[in-house]
């Protein structure tokens, strides 16, 4: 059974530093990985998909990694903002386009 | 313009009741999933329907019922609602393994 974890869970930054979220999974047999972001009392919404014969995807000031041997992902987010505060979820892809959601690393950016 | 979009966003209603939530998609995916997110902020598939033929099926009572008319619709029906139902209600869509795109979600209380 596959499981998704997330470190750390909580994280408060001051406004313009670079953080990192990171994300492990069990099982590595999967299709891929996605980073969602999800705001209070709203919906989520993907920011990055990995494939599994990816290492690693851009978006902006967005980067994810992708270890599947070791079962690892990281998030790396750069200048980080206050408008970045949101929870972000990693989630893998396993058979059946089943996706597996981690814990949640809920990120505070103050100013 | 939505992409994927939920009735009702919210939800209140008493023990034992029968209660639907609605959920479309304009993306021409062919695959819609439903989710639940629990007080913890926990997100767990519940189901997965591909072109109209349920795909996964978790250990989610009977009471949980999805429907799916056509591939644009999958609906879920609850039925005897419990305490232990109160959740959000995330439907998602993709082609396949792809991205999943979500709804807004639908806050269910039940008293």
């Known amino acids: ?111 | 313009d939505t992409a994927v979009s939920q009735t009702p966003k919210y939800l209140v209603t008493q023990m034992g009741n029968d209660k639907s939530i609605k959920c479309e998609q304009n993306l021409g995916h062919d695959t819609m999933y439903w989710y639940k997110q629990d007080s913890k902020k926990f997100l767990k598939i519940m189901f997965s329907y591909n072109n109209k033929e349920l795909i996964i099926n978790e250990t989610v009572p009977n009471r949980f019922s999805p429907k799916s008319p056509d591939k644009a619709h999958l609906n879920l029906h609850i039925n005897s609602l419990e305490l232990g139902d109160s959740a959000v209600y995330f439907c998602a869509s993709s082609h396949e393994g792809d991205t999943q795109y979500f709804g807004p979600g639908t806050r269910l209380t039940v008293l």
């Open chain 1, 1 to 111: 059974k596959q499981e998704v974890t997330q470190i750390p869970a909580a994280l408060s930054v001051p406004e313009g530093e670079n953080l990192v979220l990171n994300c492990s999974f069990t099982d590595s047999a999967i299709y891929n990985l996605q980073w969602f972001r999800q705001d209070p009392g709203k919906g989520l919404t993907s920011l990055l998909l990995i494939q599994s014969s990816q290492r690693e995807q851009t978006s902006g000031r967005l980067n994810a990694s992708l270890d599947k041997s070791s079962g690892r992902s990281t998030l790396y987010i750069a200048a980080s903002q206050p408008g970045d505060s949101a929870t972000y979820l990693c989630a893998v892809t396993g058979t059946a386009s089943k996706l597996t959601f981690g814990t949640g690393t809920r990120l505070q950016v103050t100013l």
